[in-house]
């Protein structure tokens, strides 16, 4: 495990989900703890192993950092809904607007109850563990453009498995995962963008993964406030996150909101020692030695 952090991560992620989905755990247990379990707990056993205590407490930290400028927070928590009411004129007419005058009280009863439940049950869980985890290291070794590709492998796989949960059978689960293929890998490079460029906040990260799968939701912003029908929505939902996903790759250059060539350590525990000694005196000598921990090691990943 210490010496091969990523697979140690996958192999659990599905060894705990496979565990999960043979045992008679209710519908609406399951979600939760599919993330919980199958996604953020593998991160913290392998990073406790590889980095012990330290690396335990500063993947906490960045899966709760809060302390990000408003901007991303908007761009998280507005931009895909914005997008959907903006779209959805031209293609529906005035009637999604009409609908939103008439059943704003739902956002109150039925959206934001949503996407409180996605935040704080599924998807802060489930990123933890494929952003502030795999992602992360990848682009230790990788550029980060590489990362998100790579980390999006084990992604759909693991979806696959959670889709043929819900449909009750193989064949239901590899259409829907078939079908959810490039939404499913465009998320890993637009929340990999997310969390770099707010300064390695997998909650923000989150926060947009929460969004988009309660805008869809059957009580989410589309459906139930917007009176949307849901299979369409998938699919400008689809084709939004898949823009947004060669937009940013585009304008990034690949680099995904990295900002240097020690971006590819953002998030970890040598980037931590990187923040905290370049405040000190003979910080230059610090960040040096940092830096490679990183390339002789610390940054191991297969």
């Given at each position: 495990?210490?010496?091969?952090?990523?697979?140690?991560?996958?192999?659990?992620?599905?060894?705990?989900?496979?565990?999960?989905?043979?045992?008679?755990?209710?519908?609406?247990?399951?979600?939760?703890?599919?993330?919980?379990?199958?996604?953020?707990?593998?991160?913290?056993?392998?990073?406790?192993?590889?980095?012990?205590?330290?690396?335990?407490?500063?993947?906490a930290r960045r899966?709760?950092?809060?302390?990000?400028?408003?901007?991303?927070?908007?761009?998280?928590?507005?931009?895909?809904?914005?997008?959907?009411?903006?779209?959805?004129?031209?293609?529906?007419?005035?009637?999604?607007?009409?609908?939103?005058?008439?059943?704003?009280?739902?956002?109150?009863?039925?959206?934001?109850?949503?996407?409180?439940?996605?935040?704080?049950?599924?998807?802060?869980?489930?990123?933890?563990?494929?952003?502030?985890?795999?992602?992360?290291?990848?682009?230790?070794?990788?550029?980060?453009?590489?990362?998100?590709?790579?980390?999006?492998?084990?992604?759909?796989?693991?979806?696959?498995?959670?889709?043929?949960?819900?449909?009750?059978?193989?064949?239901?689960?590899?259409?829907?995962?078939?079908?959810?293929?490039?939404?499913?890998?465009?998320?890993?490079?637009?929340?990999?963008?997310?969390?770099?460029?707010?300064?390695?906040?997998?909650?923000?990260?989150?926060?947009?993964?929460?969004?988009?799968?309660?805008?869809?939701?059957?009580?989410?912003?589309?459906?139930?406030?917007?009176?949307?029908?849901?299979?369409?929505?998938?699919?400008?939902?689809?084709?939004?996150?898949?823009?947004?996903?060669?937009?940013?790759?585009?304008?990034?250059?690949?680099?995904?909101?990295?900002?240097?060539?020690?971006?590819?350590?953002?998030?970890?525990?040598?980037?931590?020692?990187?923040r905290r000694n370049?405040?000190?005196?003979?910080?230059?000598?610090?960040?040096?030695?940092?830096?490679?921990?990183?390339?002789?090691?610390?940054?191991?990943?297969?």
């Amino acid at each position: 495990m210490r010496r091969y952090p990523v697979s140690a991560f996958v192999v659990l992620v599905f060894a705990l989900t496979g565990l999960l989905a043979v045992l008679p755990i209710p519908p609406g247990v399951y979600g939760p703890l599919e993330n919980i379990v199958g996604a953020a707990v593998p991160a913290f056993i392998v990073t406790g192993v590889v980095a012990g205590r330290a690396g335990v407490l500063d993947l906490a930290r960045r899966s709760l950092r809060w302390r990000v400028p408003l901007r991303w927070y908007a761009l998280a928590l507005l931009a895909l809904p914005a997008a959907v009411l903006i779209i959805a004129v031209p293609l529906y007419g005035l009637d999604p607007v009409r609908a939103l005058v008439q059943n704003w009280p739902a956002l109150f009863t039925s959206y934001l109850p949503t996407l409180a439940f996605m935040i704080v049950l599924n998807n802060v869980a489930e990123e933890t563990g494929w952003t502030g985890f795999l992602f992360s290291r990848l682009q230790q070794r990788h550029r980060p453009v590489y990362a998100a590709l790579l980390s999006a492998i084990p992604f759909w796989c693991w979806h696959l498995l959670s889709f043929t949960h819900d449909e009750g059978s193989w064949l239901g689960g590899l259409a829907l995962a078939g079908f959810l293929l490039l939404p499913l890998v465009a998320t890993r490079f637009v929340t990999g963008w997310l969390y770099n460029a707010s300064g390695a906040s997998v909650l923000i990260a989150g926060l947009f993964h929460a969004t988009h799968n309660a805008t869809v939701n059957p009580t989410g912003f589309a459906v139930a406030v917007l009176h949307l029908p849901q299979g369409e929505i998938l699919y400008v939902l689809a084709a939004l996150v898949t823009l947004a996903a060669v937009a940013i790759t585009i304008a990034t250059h690949g680099r995904l909101g990295a900002r240097s060539r020690l971006g590819s350590t953002i998030g970890t525990p040598a980037d931590s020692r990187l923040r905290r000694n370049s405040m000190r005196p003979g910080s230059l000598s610090a960040v040096s030695a940092a830096a490679a921990s990183v390339e002789g090691g610390e940054g191991r990943v297969d």
